[in-house]
């Protein structure tokens, strides 16, 4: 029997993976993610699907982004009543994520409430923990989990019946990362499947912790409040772990603040993974030894009239999108001896990308909409990224004892996604294809 693949989202875009694979006679959904960015892409989330959620045998996801995972609830509450599979790091980290998914949901009055924390507690009930290497098998096909290692618990999975086997990168991480080990070798493969994010790049070699202890010097000799806007998942620990290593120097001392509540279950649920990771636990103990937590309101409301520089605020969202952060830019941004350091990619649309060009005249929905002129110096650091470049998808591509025939690019902008298909075919001898959302393709 053919097998067939099926592209509802994260295809042309980063966001929204949903991918369905058709394997003896199996419907298998991989990842189930939602749009995010730009308000066009957040309708995207609106527009009905042309997926029978009744006749999904199983959903496999890949890791707790929530463009990876943050529609699986709104599946839950549509009907779908079967097995969903994650390793244990990306169920602990999908709790946080969707949880909080579905508060941001609550609380933004202009947003689609797609599901509530009842769907949420569902969903969660529904994952059964698959450990990497030990495979499963449903409907006769043969499962298994690798490590990605682009945040903690992610993975990339084979699928495999007599004959033919089928792979999804799911996101990779890099080979050379701050806090990643590097991923698992490509198992055997026919057929891949693999994201593009930074398909037509490749990573500046900046150094990341020599700029940030610039910033961190300036910050102390000019009494200034730093600003890092941080997501929650692996980029504020990378981040905490940078900053608790550069103030143990006599000279950089200076007080760390993690501010938000996902930011800082994410970084237990790391602590206690340090396994998977470069940063021991003890080296988590003593971000913990650190920094300041601020968890609740009240203590926030306290902060922000209290508190001055120099110190260093870490907090969420990454995007400037929503959280702790918008209050921080409220109390902190206004004052021009401030600085407010980006570290990730900001999408279009987000307030993040605004500063990043220039455009100062803030609106923000932090309870209620307030309006003001951002004063605040904005830089910018460069390297931190979680996705592999296209140096490093090539290396794992090239990894494994045999490179696939066929290569289905995906979760790139079209240009990233067309640079690497002929950056794959002028160095493998695999046939490399961008596929198109919403078509069926026979592998
Ligand atoms: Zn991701």
Redesign the pocket.
């Known amino acids: 029997m053919n097998s067939s693949l099926k592209f509802f989202g994260g295809v042309e875009t980063v966001t929204g993976s949903k991918h369905l694979l058709n394997i003896n006679g199996a419907n298998f959904l991989v990842d189930t993610g939602l749009f995010q960015g730009e308000k066009y892409i957040d309708k995207k989330n609106d527009e009905p699907i042309d997926l029978d959620i009744l006749s999904i045998d199983a959903i496999f996801i890949t890791?707790a982004?929530l463009?990876?995972c943050g529609y699986l609830p709104y599946l839950i509450r549509k009907g779908y009543r079967n097995k969903i599979y994650a390793t244990a790091e990306t169920l602990e980290l999908m709790k946080v994520s969707l949880e909080d998914s579905a508060k941001l949901m609550k609380n933004k009055k202009e947003s689609k409430h797609y599901y509530d924390q009842n769907d949420v507690h569902r969903a969660l009930l529904q994952v059964e923990v698959v450990k990497w290497e030990k495979s499963l098998r449903i409907k006769g096909v043969e499962i298994t989990y690798y490590r990605a290692s682009?945040?903690l618990g992610?993975s990339f999975v084979n699928f495999k019946i007599k004959g033919e086997s089928v792979t999804f990168s799911g996101?990779l991480g890099r080979y050379h990362s701050i806090m990643q080990i590097a991923p698992q070798d490509l198992c055997d493969t026919d057929t891949l499947i693999i994201e593009s994010t930074y398909g037509n790049r490749d990573h500046a070699d900046a150094n990341a912790e020599d700029k940030l202890a610039d910033i961190i010097t300036d910050a102390i000799k000019y009494k200034r409040t730093v600003l890092i806007p941080a997501f929650a998942i692996d980029r504020t620990q990378m981040i905490l772990h940078l900053l608790t290593k550069l103030t143990a120097h006599s000279n950089l001392q200076i007080p760390i603040v993690l501010s938000g509540s996902m930011g800082i279950k994410v970084t237990e649920i790391y602590k206690r993974s340090s396994e998977f990771l470069k940063i021991s636990e003890e080296e988590f103990e003593n971000i913990f030894k650190r920094i300041r937590i601020i968890e609740h309101s009240n203590d926030l409301e306290n902060f922000l009239v209290k508190s001055q520089g120099p110190q260093i605020i870490v907090a969420g969202s990454g995007m400037m999108s929503g959280g702790t952060i918008l209050a921080h830019l409220e109390a902190f941004g206004q004052d021009a001896n401030n600085v407010i350091v980006f570290t990730g990619f900001q999408a279009n649309g987000t307030l993040g990308k605004q500063l990043l060009n220039g455009d100062m005249n803030v609106r923000i929905e932090n309870q209620e909409i307030k309006v003001f002129e951002v004063q605040s110096k904005i830089e910018s650091i460069e390297g931190l990224s979680?996705h592999g470049d296209r140096n490093d998808l090539l290396r794992w591509i090239k990894s494994g004892r045999k490179v696939p025939q066929r290569i289905f690019v995906i979760h790139g902008e079209d240009d990233a996604r067309e640079a690497f298909k002929e950056f794959v075919e002028k160095n493998t001898e695999s046939s490399a294809i961008c596929p198109r959302e919403g078509l069926l393709y026979d592998i």
Do not use: F, M, Q, W
Request: aromatic share 0%; net charge negative.
């Open positions: 890791h982004h463009d990876h682009h945040i992610s996101d979680a």
